[in-house]
């Protein structure tokens, strides 16, 4: 279990978010803070709308109502570049890495600070470029070795196995330096033991670093052992939150899961994906 810290202040603040597509409400008043330094699971049935409320926050979809701040600041309809700017990146469940490029160069793209890129200072602080592409490459490989990718490192992305390629979207993240990172489903496809790599790499930088994490995931074992606060989804809003004890005896997710709330399919968007989180990406 990780260690809690229950008093951080709330880093992002979601408020009666909604997002309909069709006449079909798949995001439906959402309302629900994120606190600094934790890690924080958000969970529900399939068709919940986590993926969906995911591709909000993260500006790959404009609410029709609602309002979201991260770190004080409003987010609402920004676009993604914009919010990973200030600080919170996130994985996908079908990856995005770029397969026709090797993995090292997946990395490298992602690093922020890059001084080689204005030429003026290419041109006048050559020391300077040097000192800051050997750091963005230590921290690469660092990065490769903690999820045993490194013998990987000069392969196509495309050669990578599906677990391989999520391990590497979430090293590429990290490469962003960020303040909050956004997971969907990052269990899913992974072998148990890179899985436990990956879970305490996520413990390490919430406790060294104080990043915080808000990940969608099914394996209920993950969240109930590595998760600081549990928020519950079904039919497009929030049904619960609270500790994972506090969660698992609550009536009202007991019914969401077992009862049938929350588990019809809606679409999430054009042009016509099968369900609210994504079709073949799960709620």
């Known amino acids: 279990m990780t260690e809690a810290r229950a008093n951080g202040k709330p880093i992002l603040n979601v408020q009666d978010v ?22 924080t699971a958000l969970i529900g049935p399939n068709g919940a709308g986590k993926t969906t409320l995911f591709n909000i926050i993260t500006g790959f979809y ?46 490298l793209l992602a690093a922020p600070r890059q001084p080689g890129e204005n030429l003026a200072t290419l041109l006048t602080r050559r020391r300077a470029v040097r000192q800051r592409e050997k750091e963005i490459y230590e921290h690469a490989y660092e990065l490769l070795r903690t999820f045993n990718l490194e013998s990987k490192a000069n392969d196509y992305a495309a050669t990578l196995s599906g677990g391989q390629r999520k391990l590497l979207e979430l090293a590429r993240a990290l490469m962003t330096e960020p303040r909050m990172v956004l997971l969907d489903e990052p269990m899913a496809g992974i072998n148990p033991s890179l899985g436990r790599r990956l879970l305490e790499h996520m413990e390490r ?61 809606v679409p999430e968007g054009p042009p016509t994906p099968p369900s609210a989180d994504g079709g073949v990406q799960g709620g």
């Open 18 to 39: 909604h997002l309909a597509f069709g006449g079909i409400k798949a995001v439906n008043g959402a309302t629900f803070d994120v606190r600094e330094g934790s890690i």
């Open 62 to 107: 404009k609410p029709q109502a609602g309002e979201i701040t991260y770190n004080g600041e409003s987010i609402f309809g920004k676009p993604p570049h914009a919010i990973t700017k200030r600080g919170m990146v996130r994985t996908f469940q079908i990856t995005k890495a770029l397969g026709a490029m090797p993995v090292i160069d997946n990395m």
């Open 205 to 265: 930088l919430r406790s060294e670093e104080g990043v915080t994490f808000l990940f969608v995931e099914h394996d209920m074992e993950v969240v109930m052992n590595h998760s600081d606060e549990v928020i519950v989804m079904a039919l497009g809003r929030v049904i619960s939150r609270g500790t994972p004890q506090e969660v698992r005896s609550d009536q009202r997710v007991v019914d969401a899961y077992l009862g049938g709330s929350g588990e019809t399919e």
